[in-house]
């Protein structure tokens, strides 16, 4: 499977972009159903909610090959022009060498390029919310109001000079205050369980989960591509799908965004350098699985401290960073720090209790000493597998027993 991983995943990129060529280039007769602009405005807006970048720039190539005459060109959005849909495609291309050929190379060379993706496409998205999401629900109104029936109240003023007033008037300004925001709601919340794949990747140590993660987003991007083409009422299904979904897991998407912004920044900006641990205060840290049995989900972001009167640990924190504070009191079996190859964390006993951001690298020992934890400071993840083959391959066990 992990030599299959860059193939499929390849494979995959390639079908999600050449699907919106493909179907610029064919016309069915579902392009002629009622249902079929809502389709594709839906398709549109989650396909690109789920890979900002890579939809974005096949939706330039789209719009740019259905654009035959110079006049319909030159209205073309920036998006459309090949000025920045060849540098996007470029940057996705790429991101997908980097993926498949991360596989088989060590995850120290290949983390610092996720950290640059993840900010990527975090600005992709942004750019997307901004400024694609909003000019194609505003295309939509004008074709609701375009294509809607007279009112019968209008009958009236089907002559003079009146009629001509009242047609130049574009109401599709009005519509838009309502579908607009829909629109960027919706993409909200698709692009923040898409991006969550870029937090899970920093997490991940092995590059074959990396690819075929990042497959599966896009495979699903094309597949809602091209059945916008295919099928309109198959494509508003999957999209309303994908939307319930990504609404469903809006909370779990969330903390694991803000886990990635936070990881990027300590990363890139190198925090750790200029970073002291508040020995007597609070120090800034994402909760893990062992707490989600007293109602805390896995990697809230929070602060812990430790009460200098009872040695009690206290862990404060607020549901989505703004709602009110809640606290928790915090016991830890044989408590120790876990030094990670890019993240260190508390344990309890075998398991992870908290996860601290990069900045606390290197920072070990004054974590240690700020919660008490008898257990010291102790390799973990990767670096703990590697000092056991280290131990084992360079004789330290023979050693041992010799002794």
């Known amino acids: 499977m992990k030599r299959l991983a860059p193939l499929l995943f390849l494979i995959a990129s390639l079908f999600a972009v050449t699907a919106p ?42 719009e740019s090959l259905r654009a035959e005459t110079p006049e319909a060109k030159a209205k073309l959005p920036w998006y459309a022009k090949w000025t920045f849909y060849v540098p996007a495609l470029l940057v996705v291309g790429l991101c997908a060498a980097k993926d498949a050929f991360g596989a088989v190379v060590p995850p120290g060379l290949k983390k610092p390029l996720d950290v640059l993706e993840t900010i990527e496409n975090k600005a992709s998205g942004l750019v997307a919310a901004g400024a694609v999401v909003p000019f194609t629900m505003g295309a939509l109104s004008k074709m609701i109001v375009a294509s809607a029936p007279p009112a019968a109240g209008e009958a009236w003023l089907h002559s003079g000079t009146a009629t001509i007033a009242l047609g130049a008037i574009d109401w599709s300004w009005l519509l838009s205050i309502v579908t607009v925001p829909l629109g ?116 809230t972001y929070g602060r812990l401290k430790r009460e200098p009167e009872n040695g009690k640990l206290v862990f404060r924190y607020r549901p989505w960073l703004v709602l009110p504070e809640k606290t928790l009191d915090v016991k830890l079996d044989a408590p120790a720090v876990g030094k990670g190859l890019f993240l260190t964390s508390i344990q309890s006993g075998d398991k992870t209790a908290f996860v601290l951001p990069p900045r606390y690298r290197g920072h070990e020992d004054a974590v240690a000493r700020a919660y008490a934890l008898e257990g010291g400071v102790r390799d973990a993840g990767l670096l703990k597998a590697w000092g056991a083959l280290k131990e084992l391959f360079g004789g330290g066990s023979a050693r041992a027993q010799v002794a």
């Open 184 to 299: 960027v709601a919706v993409f909200a919340v698709v692009w923040l369980a898409s991006h969550a794949i870029n937090a899970l990747i920093l997490l991940s140590p092995w590059g074959a989960i990396d690819a075929v993660l990042k497959g599966a987003r896009t495979a699903l991007l094309g597949l809602v591509t091209i059945t916008a083409t295919l099928n309109p009422w198959v494509s508003v299904a999957l999209s309303l799908a994908v939307i319930l979904v990504a609404y469903l897991v809006a909370g779990w998407a969330f903390r694991l965004t803000v886990f990635g912004a936070i990881f990027s920044w300590d990363f890139l900006s190198f925090r750790k350098n200029r970073f002291a641990v508040a020995e007597k205060g609070e120090n800034a840290l994402f909760s893990s699985n062992t707490l989600t049995d007293q109602g805390v989900p896995m990697r």
């Open 21 to 62: 060529v493909r179907a610029a280039e064919t016309q069915t007769d579902a392009d002629r159903s009622p249902v079929a602009p809502y389709a594709k405005t839906l398709a549109t807006i989650t396909g690109v909610a789920i890979s900002p970048l890579l939809g974005t720039g096949a939706l330039g190539v789209y």
